[in-house]
Nanobody
Framework: QVQLVESGGGLVQAGGSLRLSCAASVSIFSINAMGWYRQAPGKQRELVARITSGGSTNYADSVKGRFTISRDNVKNTVYLQTNSLKPEDTAIYYC?????????WGQGTQVTVSS
């Protein structure tokens, strides 16, 4: 069983920044990949960024150059640095991982970007 707890969301003006955190209840050292997803009202959940245990990353085209995902295996935490935020980034952001073939999700953190 893995518990993921997100934090760091909030209300920010366009062009601003937020740092989202995802704290895991287990060591993430052995978790191959962890990701951040988001879901806007009326839209499907989409992958925002993903990082492997080796540090390889991939990003949705819409956030490339603006968002950065990182992981701290000592703190068992994954971060998403979001810069140059746009109103279209408004969504609930979820942390996700897969361990022993089972997917785990956090409860989400709301990011609202005002124009």
């Amino acid at each position: 069983q893995v518990q993921l707890v997100e934090s760091g969301g909030g209300l920010v003006q366009a062009g601003g920044s937020l740092r989202l955190s995802c704290a895991a209840s287990v060591s993430i050292f052995s978790i191959n990949a962890m990701g951040w997803y988001r879901q806007a009202p009326g839209k499907q959940r989409e992958l925002v960024a993903r990082i492997t245990s080796g540090g390889s990353t991939n990003y949705a085209d819409s956030v490339k150059g603006r968002f950065t995902i990182s992981r701290d295996n000592v703190k068992n935490t994954v971060y998403l640095q979001t810069n140059s935020l746009k109103p279209e980034d408004t969504a609930i952001y979820y942390c996700q991982c897969r361990r022993y073939g089972k997917d785990y999700w956090g409860q989400g953190t709301q990011v609202t970007v005002s124009s």
